[in-house]
């Protein structure tokens, strides 16, 4: 796998070579390795309270949106997009998920509700992109995902 020829690539742009998807090392020079210790931090985790129930799934959305790393079961759980220097998961709420949001409105840090707000409707729901830069920003993505789908009981 190759990365993209731009010789300067922007913070934020997404990995456009659709030869292969990225493996770990292609995300980890990408991202950067802090972001990747984040990234890193998400995927064990959803391994680790979703044992063998996601087989995550590279997606090619073009040359504008590049890969992305999709966790669905039947529904979508998240989707995480790595870009230069950072990443984000994309968290879909659809109405049942929003009515739990908004029932713990007050609880979220600020900036997860003003994110939440600023979200465009759609028919399926809505569609949050959280940038992940800090242990914050992950555990507001581990809170909307348990809250979403909460684990499977461990027996």
């Known amino acids: 796998m190759t990365l993209p020829t731009n010789p300067r690539p922007q913070i934020g742009d997404r990995i456009?070579?659709?030869?292969?998807?990225?493996?770990?090392?292609a995300v980890r020079e990408w991202i950067g390795p802090q972001a990747f210790g984040h990234w890193a931090e998400l995927r064990n985790w959803i391994d680790e309270f979703?044992?063998?129930?996601?087989?995550?799934?590279?997606?090619?959305?073009?040359?504008?949106?590049?890969?992305?790393?999709?966790y669905k079961k039947t529904k979508a759980f998240t989707t995480l997009v790595p870009e230069y220097r950072r990443f984000s998961a994309v968290v879909v709420m659809g109405g049942a998920e929003r009515e739990k949001f908004e029932?713990?409105?007050?609880?979220?840090?600020?900036?997860?509700?003003?994110?939440?707000?600023?979200?465009?409707?759609?028919i399926d729901g809505k569609w949050l992109t959280l940038g992940i830069a800090s242990t914050d920003d992950l555990h507001d993505v581990t809170a909307l995902?348990?809250?979403?789908?909460?684990?499977?009981?461990r027996g």
């Not at 456009?16 to 090392?25: G, K, Q, R, T």
């Not at 900036?111 to 409707?121: F, R």
């Not at 995902?145 to 009981?153: G, H, Q």
């Open 16 to 25: 456009i070579d659709n030869s292969a998807p990225p493996d770990d090392s």
């Open 50 to 70: 979703y044992p063998a129930v996601f087989e995550p799934d590279w997606l090619y959305g073009g040359k504008n949106r590049g890969w992305s790393l999709r």
């Open 103 to 122: 029932e713990r409105r007050y609880v979220w840090r600020p900036q997860l509700v003003k994110l939440y707000d600023e979200a465009k409707t759609y």
């Open 145 to 153: 995902l348990t809250m979403k789908r909460p684990p499977p009981s």
